[in-house]
């Protein structure tokens, strides 16, 4: 039988589809990729998983506002028939309760490819119609997206603009990982990636000599070919270590003082500050001893090897995840910048080196595929962490970066490309939450609980089903994606979806531009080659790269390296802060008079946390972090993600000291609980976790329990998350800051239901 061959993409990597009879058999790596994910295995199963939505459904008992439980019936319906009633909805809630009455954020990761990247199209949509409630920043880092502008006046460094590997691997002589290094972080990257580099800088930049120190609970969280010196450190304790290190640097004489005093403004308030002048309390090692784990004697010796050698400190998105997560983003910056390296080549700061792949990769300065977005006419937005809480309270006010805002009144809820029943913290909580809205849209490849919390899902098509352009501006890479297969069942691609949708309710043309699928294919990739154009870098034609299948952009013909200009001349290239320095005290935050996040960095205890008096109830921290086996949520039921698990549930890993103390063995089925819920999992007894920690990856699909009290079968650890902003600065997730118990479980265990479709009456 003859294969057929077909360029693709998915977040996590390019690859070829190999169709026969209509079928996807495998994923072939890219060729130029020299470390592919193994997740592509996956992906020939989950295209064909009897999990697909099949045909448009309705929920029985949406017209009776029926409450939405995860496990109700749904009934087939026709694409005329679902279509009529989305327009409808949409018309009637705008009609009746403005347009501000609509929720359509829809925040996820959706499709590598950019033509029909679900959340891009369901906002154009929403915004042409009249507008909706939307969502900024992110459940990643969110904290970093509004400190750090208060602070160095961007926040382009978390999203990539970092000095390059290339840079660091030359100059730097020490790297300071404050959440490790993983590279199962480094599988993935939002738009996709032609090349995984991640293993590749690191293996470079230990031959180069470079000396690690990976500061995290978890030893696993650097790979072993570092050998990097492991400091284990109490869960959302960064910021009282940096702040001991500052203090060493301080009274020993060991600062910069002249890049200091040139480059920074706001120091003589923070120096009261380490040196306890005010608060009588000095952050000294023997302070931060008590708080973070780390002996004093560790502490003071990483300042002064810090300061005796060109040093990156580089911090994990995952530190800035939690209460008060505005705090080690910004004393990462002060402690970088009091010991002078930023602006020097393969010193400073940076972000998220350990948390997605393409971080500090050197790369043209090329716009990535994108569709274009029209103004939001309703002016309506949320904090994307806070939607339970506007859910559930409806017109209450609260603080968000320097402002007040009132949370609105929502009556429908779109979503698309993304599970929020992955995303979210304390899902019981969103679980209340989600039967406020009267409607719930939902567009979904799979049944997944999103989909099965909707009120009318529509079926989508996956990547493979469709044509497009990806790419992501941390690649080297643009990838052409062509269609491998026709849809599965009655699926439609977002773009035919909205476009029937935007006909229904008058603006078709408007929506479209008077393009379909492969015009819009052309018009991204052209913008791409325009913005290449204006950076004296020439790609072929949108004909020659869609035969291709991928162009490859240039190598830079310098090192990229972070405030190099800034450090050079301050006056001619200020930052954007209102001092044009880095500001170490931030008047703008000062003026804001937030209690949980003053004008410096400075520590605050979080509200869970193992040196708290709940930890004499409560003596396990939560750190729930990404799966090496799925990307968030995605392709969970797949074959790849199965293979992790334990006893047919999420894996939990515990040191083997607590294991020991409850009687617990790899293998067992635990029961994992604190006051907002409770999980099944299975237990795996692990030495690289220190003591009164365990660790759980996020994206097992959320499996309700019947009845209050009862544990959520699957090994969701959102169940068990606190749904707290990081502070009205931000309003960021505290995903990270979570005290529970843990126990065996010696009961028989309850069947995991959520790989099982839902019942589906057929159309009649």
């Given at each position: 039988?003859?294969?057929?061959?077909?360029?693709?993409?998915?977040?996590?990597?390019?690859?070829?589809?190999?169709?026969?009879?209509?079928?996807?058999?495998?994923?072939?790596?890219?060729?130029?990729?020299?470390?592919?994910?193994?997740?592509?295995?996956?992906?020939?199963?989950?295209?064909?998983?009897?999990?697909?939505?099949?045909?448009?459904?309705?929920?029985?008992?949406?017209?009776?506002?029926?409450?939405?439980?995860?496990?109700?019936?749904?009934?087939?319906?026709?694409?005329?028939?679902?279509?009529?009633?989305?327009?409808?909805?949409?018309?009637?809630?705008?009609?009746?309760?403005?347009?501000?009455?609509?929720?359509?954020?829809?925040?996820?990761?959706?499709?590598?490819?950019?033509?029909?990247?679900?959340?891009?199209?369901?906002?154009?949509?929403?915004?042409?119609?009249?507008?909706?409630?939307?969502?900024?920043?992110?459940?990643?880092?969110?904290?970093?997206?509004?400190?750090?502008?208060?602070?160095?006046?961007?926040?382009?460094?978390?999203?990539?603009?970092?000095?390059?590997?290339?840079?660091?691997?030359?100059?730097?002589?020490?790297?300071?990982?404050?959440?490790?290094?993983?590279?199962?972080?480094?599988?993935?990257?939002?738009?996709?990636?032609?090349?995984?580099?991640?293993?590749?800088?690191?293996?470079?930049?230990?031959?180069?000599?470079?000396?690690?120190?990976?500061?995290?609970?978890?030893?696993?969280?650097?790979?072993?070919?570092?050998?990097?010196?492991?400091?284990?450190?109490?869960?959302?304790?960064?910021?009282?270590?940096?702040?001991?290190?500052?203090?060493?640097?301080?009274?020993?004489?060991?600062?910069?003082?002249?890049?200091?005093?040139?480059?920074?403004?706001?120091?003589?308030?923070?120096?009261?500050?380490?040196?306890?002048?005010?608060?009588?309390?000095?952050?000294?090692?023997?302070?931060?001893?008590?708080?973070?784990?780390?002996?004093?004697?560790?502490?003071?010796?990483?300042?002064?090897?810090?300061?005796?050698?060109?040093?990156?400190?580089?911090?994990?998105?995952?530190?800035?995840?939690?209460?008060?997560?505005?705090?080690?983003?910004?004393?990462?910056?002060?402690?970088?910048?009091?010991?002078?390296?930023?602006?020097?080549?393969?010193?400073?700061?940076?972000?998220?080196?350990?948390?997605?792949?393409?971080?500090?990769?050197?790369?043209?300065?090329?716009?990535?595929?994108?569709?274009?977005?029209?103004?939001?006419?309703?002016?309506?937005?949320?904090?994307?962490?806070?939607?339970?809480?506007?859910?559930?309270?409806?017109?209450?006010s609260y603080a968000f970066n320097g402002r007040r805002y009132t949370f609105p009144d929502i009556r429908l809820v779109y979503w698309a490309g993304g599970n929020p029943f992955h995303h979210h913290q304390d899902l019981n909580r969103l679980q209340r939450a989600w039967q406020k809205p009267q409607t719930v849209i939902v567009h979904e490849s799979w049944w997944t609980p999103t989909a099965r919390h909707a009120d009318i899902v529509l079926p989508a098509?996956?990547?493979?089903?469709?044509?497009?352009?990806?790419?992501?501006?941390?690649?080297?890479?643009?990838?052409?994606?062509?269609?491998?297969?026709?849809?599965?069942?009655?699926?439609?691609?977002?773009?035919?979806?909205?476009?029937?949708?935007?006909?229904?309710?008058?603006?078709?043309?408007?929506?479209?531009?008077?393009?379909?699928?492969?015009?819009?294919?052309?018009?991204?990739?052209?913008?791409?080659?325009?913005?290449?154009?204006?950076?004296?870098?020439?790609?072929?034609?949108?004909?020659?790269?869609?035969?291709?299948?991928?162009?490859?952009?240039?190598?830079?013909?310098?090192?990229?390296?972070?405030?190099?200009?800034?450090?050079?001349?301050?006056?001619?290239?200020?930052?954007?802060?209102?001092?044009?320095?880095?500001?170490?005290?931030?008047?703008?935050?000062?003026?804001?008079?937030?209690?949980?996040?003053?004008?410096?960095?400075?520590?605050?205890p979080p509200a869970e946390w193992l040196g708290s008096a709940a930890a004499q109830r409560w003596p396990i921290h939560l750190v729930t972090h990404q799966p090496a086996s799925r990307l968030h949520a995605q392709m969970d039921p797949g074959p790849v993600s199965r293979r992790q698990k334990v006893a047919g549930r999420e894996p939990v890993r515990i040191n083997p000291q607590d294991a020991a103390r409850r009687g617990i063995r790899s293998g067992d089925?635990?029961?994992?609980?604190?006051?907002?819920?409770?999980?099944?999992?299975?237990?795996?007894?692990?030495?690289?976790?220190?003591?009164?920690?365990?660790?759980?990856?996020?994206?097992?699909?959320?499996?309700?329990?019947?009845?209050?009290?009862?544990?959520?079968?699957?090994?969701?650890?959102?169940?068990?998350?606190?749904?707290?902003?990081?502070?009205?600065?931000?309003?960021?997730?505290?995903?990270?800051?979570?005290?529970?118990?843990?126990?065996?479980?010696?009961?028989?265990?309850?069947?995991?239901?959520?790989?099982?479709?839902?019942?589906?009456?057929?159309?009649?």
């Amino acid at each position: 039988m003859t294969v057929a061959r077909f360029p693709q993409l998915a977040h996590w990597g390019a690859f070829t589809a190999l169709v026969e009879d209509g079928r996807v058999v495998r994923c072939e790596p890219f060729a130029r990729d020299p470390a592919p994910s193994n997740m592509l295995d996956a992906i020939p199963e989950m295209v064909h998983s009897p999990l697909r939505i099949a045909r448009p459904a309705i929920r029985e008992g949406w017209r009776e506002g029926k409450e939405r439980t995860g496990a109700d019936r749904f009934r087939e319906v026709s694409w005329e028939e679902a279509l009529a009633a989305v327009a409808s909805e949409l018309a009637r809630v705008r009609e009746t309760f403005g347009h501000a009455a609509i929720l359509g954020g829809s925040y996820g990761w959706s499709s590598a490819g950019r033509v029909h990247h679900a959340r891009s199209l369901l906002r154009r949509f929403l915004f042409l119609g009249g507008g909706c409630v939307d969502q900024v920043a992110n459940y990643s880092f969110g904290a970093a997206q509004y400190v750090l502008p208060r602070v160095i006046g961007t926040f382009q460094p978390v999203v990539g603009q970092v000095t390059d590997w290339s840079s660091i691997v030359k100059h730097a002589r020490l790297i300071l990982a404050f959440g490790g290094l993983a590279t199962k972080n480094g599988q993935v990257t939002s738009g996709g990636a032609g090349a995984h580099t991640m293993e590749t800088w690191l293996r470079r930049a230990k031959e180069a000599g470079i000396e690690f120190v990976s500061i995290t609970p978890l030893r696993s969280d650097s790979p072993d070919f570092l050998g990097a010196q492991w400091v284990p450190i109490r869960p959302n304790t960064d910021t009282a270590l940096m702040l001991a290190m500052m203090h060493t640097l301080l009274t020993e004489a060991r600062y910069d003082t002249e890049f200091v005093a040139r480059y920074c403004v706001g120091f003589e308030p923070f120096r009261r500050y380490l040196l306890g002048l005010d608060d009588a309390i000095a952050k000294d090692a023997q302070w931060a001893e008590a708080i973070t784990g780390v002996g004093a004697d560790t502490i003071r010796e990483l300042a002064r090897r810090a300061a005796a050698t060109r040093s990156m400190i580089t911090c994990a998105w995952s530190l800035q995840r939690a209460h008060h997560g505005e705090q080690p983003y910004w004393a990462s910056i002060v402690l970088a910048a009091m010991l002078g390296g930023i602006g020097l080549p393969g010193g400073g700061f940076g972000f998220g080196h350990g948390s997605t792949n393409g971080i500090g990769v050197p790369r043209v300065d090329v716009a990535g595929p994108e569709v274009p977005l029209p103004l939001n006419p309703a002016r309506a937005m949320i904090p994307v962490a806070r939607i339970a809480d506007m859910l559930l309270d409806p017109g209450a006010s609260y603080a968000f970066n320097g402002r007040r805002y009132t949370f609105p009144d929502i009556r429908l809820v779109y979503w698309a490309g993304g599970n929020p029943f992955h995303h979210h913290q304390d899902l019981n909580r969103l679980q209340r939450a989600w039967q406020k809205p009267q409607t719930v849209i939902v567009h979904e490849s799979w049944w997944t609980p999103t989909a099965r919390h909707a009120d009318i899902v529509l079926p989508a098509t996956t990547t493979l089903e469709r044509n497009d352009v990806g790419g992501s501006t941390r690649d080297t890479f643009v990838l052409a994606m062509h269609r491998a297969i026709d849809p599965i069942g009655d699926a439609k691609n977002d773009f035919d979806i909205f476009r029937a949708l935007a006909r229904h309710l008058g603006y078709e043309s408007a929506f479209t531009e008077d393009r379909d699928e492969m015009a819009w294919c052309q018009w991204v990739y052209d913008q791409v080659r325009a913005s290449a154009t204006a950076k004296g870098v020439a790609l072929p034609g949108f004909q020659q790269f869609w035969a291709e299948g991928f162009v490859e952009l240039p190598p830079c013909e310098r090192d990229y390296v972070l405030f190099e200009d800034f450090r050079r001349d301050p006056e001619r290239h200020p930052l954007k802060t209102p001092s044009g320095r880095i500001e170490i005290v931030s008047e703008a935050v000062a003026g804001f008079d937030y209690a949980d996040c003053p004008p410096h960095p400075t520590w605050i205890p979080p509200a869970e946390w193992l040196g708290s008096a709940a930890a004499q109830r409560w003596p396990i921290h939560l750190v729930t972090h990404q799966p090496a086996s799925r990307l968030h949520a995605q392709m969970d039921p797949g074959p790849v993600s199965r293979r992790q698990k334990v006893a047919g549930r999420e894996p939990v890993r515990i040191n083997p000291q607590d294991a020991a103390r409850r009687g617990i063995r790899s293998g067992d089925i635990v029961r994992l609980f604190n006051p907002r819920g409770a999980c099944l999992a299975g237990a795996v007894v692990d030495a690289d976790v220190m003591p009164g920690v365990v660790v759980m990856a996020t994206g097992a699909w959320f499996d309700p329990a019947d009845a209050a009290g009862e544990p959520e079968r699957h090994g969701n650890p959102n169940v068990l998350t606190l749904d707290i902003g990081t502070s009205p600065l931000a309003q960021g997730t505290s995903a990270l800051t979570a005290l529970v118990e843990i126990e065996r479980w010696d009961q028989p265990a309850p069947a995991v239901r959520v790989f099982t479709p839902p019942v589906v009456a057929a159309a009649g």
